[in-house]
């Protein structure tokens, strides 16, 4: 079993900064791609930023400049470092992570964090 677990949500002013994190537990064998989602009520999950195993990353355009992703591969967990907020990137953000366990490889979703970006 593999779980996802995100953490550092919360309020925030614009400007301001927040850093999430995703950590990857259970019968892990490998770790490929990690991408953070983010979904507001009433619209599509959207892509905001990815990473491979190989540290390649990609971003959506309106969180280029903005927010950079990163992994640490001992801890099996990638981060998403979020600058320069503002009202329009609040979201639930949502983890997924191409993995690898004992019972095949899948891809798993962790269960949210709330970023909200108001004054």
């Known amino acids: 079993q593999v779980q996802l677990v995100e953490s550092g949500g919360g309020l925030v002013q614009p400007g301001g900064s927040l850093r999430l994190s995703c950590a990857a537990s259970?019968?892990?064998?490998?770790?490929?791609?990690m991408v953070w989602y983010r979904q507001v009520p009433g619209k599509q999950r959207e892509l905001v930023a990815g990473?491979?195993?190989?540290?390649?990353?990609n971003y959506a355009d309106s969180v280029k400049g903005r927010f950079t992703i990163s992994r640490d591969n001992a801890k099996n967990t990638v981060y998403l470092q979020m600058n320069s907020l503002k009202p329009e990137d609040t979201a639930v953000y949502y983890c997924?992570?191409?993995?690898?366990?004992?019972?095949?490889?899948?891809?798993?979703w962790g269960q949210g964090t709330q970023v909200t970006v108001s004054s």
């Open positions: 259970g019968s892990i064998v490998s770790i490929y791609a």
């Open positions: 990473i491979t195993s190989g540290g390649s990353t």
């Open positions: 997924n992570g191409d993995i690898r366990g004992n019972a095949g490889r899948y891809g798993y």
